[in-house]
T-cell receptor
């Protein structure tokens, strides 16, 4: 079963404006990391931001920030002052359901294609 | 550091052929993984490893084999290629603690685009 949901297959934003990409997830773990990755047309997967679930404070990286709501299992990405180079596919990732295996795993959402209009 | 490297970048196979996708990392990461990316489906985990000698299945393991004889290398073998295995394949590595219930930041290779005719 899909445990990571990105409900916006496509989003667009004007250059210099702000856009928020949504993500909801489902895990029974208490301590974990959540991630947003960016995939430009080059197809390289690039880490945008990481959130540690045990931290109350929302993670920020320059123009990128998250709104992490642990109880609601929501993890949205806000991009401020959007630039043309931000145009890409964005993936949210969270822990997969636990199994009796040697380690944990990540599940990725289906992605949100972001277009930045000049 | 080269990070995570994958070879080849592109490959075309005929149905029934076998091949190995190579993956290597020089960051001394214990955790390595293989994903496939298909249009509209994000990344799906094929196999992963938490250290040399230990591998586990992911979400879509059928038709693929892996082994982990060293910390640095994690090859993915297609036993008998099928058109359904046409995809882009990514290898990734990360720091980990064995038996931890979390996965740390995954560092990805550039990907291999595989076409099976």
């Amino acid at each position: 079963a899909q445990t990571v949901t990105q409900s916006q297959p496509e989003m667009s934003v004007q250059e210099a404006e702000t856009v928020t990409l949504s993500c909801t997830y489902d895990t029974s773990e208490s301590d974990y990391y959540l991630f947003w990755y960016k995939q430009p047309p080059s197809r390289q997967m690039i880490l945008v931001i990481r959130q540690e679930a045990y931290k109350q404070q929302n993670a920020t990286e320059n123009r990128f920030s998250v709104n992490f709501q642990k109880a609601a299992k929501s993890f949205s990405l806000k991009i401020s002052d959007s630039q043309l180079g931000d145009a890409a596919m964005y993936f949210c990732a969270s822990p997969s359901p636990p199994l009796e295996t040697s380690g944990s795993r990540l599940t990725f959402g289906e992605g949100t294609q972001l277009t930045v209009n000049p | 550091n080269a990070g995570v490297t994958q070879t080849p970048k592109f490959q075309v196979l005929k149905t029934g052929q076998s091949m190995t996708l190579q993956c290597a990392q020089d960051m001394n990461h214990e955790y390595m993984s293989w994903y496939r990316q298909d249009p509209g489906m994000g990344l799906r985990l094929i196999h992963y490893s938490v250290g040399a000698g230990i591998t586990d299945q992911g979400e879509v393991p059928n038709g693929y084999n892996v082994s982990r004889s060293t910390t640095e290398d994690f090859p993915l073998r297609l036993l008998s290629a099928a058109p359904s295995q046409t995809s882009v394949y990514f290898c990734a590595s990360s720091y980990s603690i064995r038996w931890a219930r979390w996965v740390d930041t995954q560092y990805f290779g550039p990907g291999t685009r595989l076409t099976v005719l």
